[in-house]
Every structure is written in C-alpha cells, then in structure tokens.
C-alpha cells in the first residue's frame, strides 16, 4: 500500500468529518435559524424540503460533472463552498439573504456528497478490503461534534454567525490543505467500458442500481424516522420528560458511530451480504421496540439498536453500486453510479418524517414506527445485490491497468 493512498484515506476521512460537522451545524440551529429571519411555521418546511431537493440537483450535476473533471476537483471546491453557506445563512439579515444562502448550501451539499462517496469507493476498490463504512463514521463523529458545539452556542446563547464562525474558520483552510491528498482513480484500458451512453441512457440505473436505490431510500426513511421524531415520540408518546427525550438523538449518534467504526472489520470477515442483512434485521428490531416501548427508557432501548443496525446499510449501498457499475462500464461508470444512487439518500429524507407524521396524526405513533421496519426489512429481499467478488473485487484485476492519481496528476 503506497503512502499516497494512506495520505488520501485520511485527508478523504477528514472531508466526511467536516461535512459531518456542518450539516450536524445547520439542522441542529433550525429553531434559532427560524427565529433570526422571523420564518413563520407555515413557511419553514419549505426552506427545509429546499435543501434535500437541491442537493439532488447538485448530485444530478456531479455525475454530468465528473465526466470531465475528477471527482477529487469537484470536492474540492465544493466543501468550502458548503462551509461558506453555512456561515452565509448564520450571518444574513433578510429571508431572501437565507433563501439564497440554503440554496448554495443545497446545491453544494450534492456536489460534496455524491464526490467524496465516489473518492471512498474508489479508494475501496484500490485498498482491495473494505473501508467505506470507516468514511461513514468520521461523518458520525463530525455530527456527533457539530451537534455538541451548536448546544453549546444555544446554551450560551451565541449568536448564529458567532457561533459558526470559530468552526468555518478552523475547517475552511483544513480542508483544502486536506485536498492535496486526495486521490483520483483513472483508468488505462481494463474496466474503463463507455459509462457515458449507458449510464446516461438508465442502462445501469435500472438494471443494476435500482434494488440499492430502494434499500438507499428505505435506510433514510429509517434515519430521518430517528432525526425527527425521536425526541417527540419519547415526550409524547412514552411521557419522558423534555430533557430526557433530548438523549435518544444522542444516543442513535453515537451507537452509529460505534457501529460504523467496526463495520468494516465485519465486513471483511462475514461478507457485505452477512452484514446488511444483520443491520436490516437490528434496525427493524429496533422499531419493533420502540412501537411496542412501555416507557422511556426501553424506548431508547430501541433507538439504541436503530443506531446500530441503520449505520451500515448506507456506506454499504455506495460500495455496491460503484463495484457493480465498476464492473460493467469502468471508473467512469462506478462515478456515475453513486451520483445517481446518491440523489435518493435525499428521496429517502424528503419522504420519512412527513410518513411518519401523517400516519401518526391520522392513525398513531406507535403504528407509524412499524411503516419504516416494514420498509428496512425489505432490504433482506435486495441483500444479494451486496454480493462481492473477489477477484474482481480488490485483487490484481482491480488493480491491473490503474493509476491513482494526486493534485499534479502524476500516475502511481
């Protein structure tokens, strides 16, 4: 393993915790957001249904962008973009200063997630094992961070560019010192097959990606699930109290870390396959109990496994699509693969806390928490679309006829 790809595993790793910290930044504050542009209730879910929607757009850009430019370029002006957004909409005065600067963030947010998902499974491809869910967990722990400063900024009552600013001025010039490390897959003859026609034309979108779109949407649904009616569904429904039902948001985090961080040793031993399947079966395992909770704390309890058993179906999904992709059309391919599969990361997101919200008003909570294990276990009919070869997967087919190339451009 050649030092420019350990530099370019921990720079890329450092892009995901600082996007982790960023957007943990932004949803964390929206109440503070709301009150500093007097956004009234009826108008705030359209700013926030904004973000995902343009971030899909942003995503549906980079695969038409990473055709000619590398994807490792598009990352690395899209992050500081994101960064300066966020500082944007914590520094604006007016509604339209706000609308116009989640637009940025959104569209940049899609950019950012879609390359540096491309990057990691590339990297995955040259590291022959799996690493993806290690990318995933420094995202964790970037939300983890993100979300403690920004409770402390409301404890203390920071203003919002006060309390966004120390943060963008410490990640801004990390991460693109950061970006010098980063590495790009180029293909020289083998398994570099015309993405563009097919990719473009739905020939892998539909034929291969869409069981690992479905399992991309189903995991958010769970994900926003947990984001958005945790902290409800605990005070509401289960009668905690209001600091109490704060923990299991928390919780979720940190158990999603725990889970991501040894997900790859998982996975090199029990196959992609083994481990999807068990994280669908700990996620629906997870509903189930916070359905059927007697109280609060057997309630988080169940947001515990969710944590634990959500945190792998995503970094798995974008593996499965770029080596499948890979094996088909190329690196170009694999690229326009997770750029496609990544817009329904945001499908996912738009569509689970409105579920869950209007089945909860017009049926109940609890049964609203059995819709979305319903939709994880569905992830145990597409399980084999996770399947691996291994001699296709990191040995010296991968690795025959490849270079992996730095800022200068220079093949290794």
């Keep these: 393993m050649t030092d420019v790809l350990r530099h370019g595993r921990a720079s890329l790793a450092f892009g995901f915790f600082a996007q982790g910290a960023a957007f943990a930044l932004l949803v964390t504050r929206i109440p503070a957001i709301?009150?500093?542009?007097?956004v009234s209730d009826a108008l705030l879910p359209a700013f926030l249904a904004a973000v995902p929607v343009l971030a899909g757009v942003g995503s549906v850009v980079t695969e038409w962008l990473v055709r000619r430019v590398r994807a490792s370029q598009v990352l690395r002006w899209s992050q500081p973009v994101v960064l300066l957004a966020l500082l944007g909409v914590g520094a604006g005065d007016r509604v339209a200063v706000l609308a116009a600067a989640l637009g940025v963030f959104g569209l940049a947010v899609g950019a950012l997630d879609a390359s540096m998902n491309m990057l990691g499974v590339s990297l995955q491809r040259a590291y022959g094992r799996s690493i993806m869910l290690g990318f995933h967990a420094a995202y964790s722990l970037g939300g983890i961070l993100g979300a403690s400063l920004a409770w402390a900024a409301a404890h203390w009552g920071l203003a919002l560019w006060v309390s966004y600013l120390p943060v963008v001025g410490v990640l801004l010039p990390a991460v693109l010192v950061a970006s010098r490390w980063y590495v790009d897959r180029q293909a020289d003859g083998e398994g570099a097959g015309d993405a563009s026609g097919a990719?473009?034309?739905?020939?892998?979108?539909?034929?291969v990606l869409l069981p690992l779109c479905l399992v991309m949407t189903f995991a958010y649904i769970g994900d926003s699930t947990v984001s958005n009616w945790s902290a409800k569904y605990l005070q509401d429904v289960l009668g905690s109290s209001e600091q109490l039902a704060t923990v299991p948001y928390n919780v979720y985090m940190v158990t999603t870390l725990l889970g991501r961080a040894v997900g790859d040793f998982g996975v090199r031993r029990l196959g992609a396959v083994v481990v999807v399947r068990g994280g669908a079966l700990t996620a629906a395992a997870g509903f189930a109990v916070v359905a059927g909770a007697p109280g609060a704390w057997v309630g988080m309890g169940g947001?515990?496994?969710?944590?634990?058993?959500?945190?792998?179906l995503v970094p798995q999904t974008f593996a499965a699509a770029g080596r499948r992709a890979f094996e088909q059309y190329g690196s170009?391919?694999?690229?326009?693969?997770?750029?496609?599969?990544?817009?329904?990361?945001?499908v996912g997101f738009l569509i689970g806390s409105p579920l869950v919200g209007a089945l909860g008003g017009a049926w109940s909570y609890r049964g609203a928490m059995l819709v979305p294990m319903v939709l994880v276990l569905v992830t145990l009919v597409y399980a084999r679309s996770f399947e691996t070869q291994p001699d296709r997967y990191g040995g010296?087919?991968?690795?025959?006829?490849t270079a992996y190339v730095g800022r200068s451009g220079n093949g290794l």
Excluded: P
């Excluded at 709301?34 to 007097?38: A, E, K, N, P, V």
């Excluded at 170009?332 to 817009?343: F, Q």
């Design 396 to 401: 010296g087919h991968e690795r025959s006829g």
């Design 332 to 346: 170009v391919g694999s690229d326009a693969a997770v750029a496609r599969l990544n817009v329904f990361n945001y």
């Design 303 to 312: 947001f515990t496994l969710l944590g634990l058993g959500l945190c792998v």
């Design 34 to 38: 709301q009150d500093r542009y007097g």
């Design 199 to 207: 990719v473009g034309g739905g020939g892998v979108g539909f034929r």
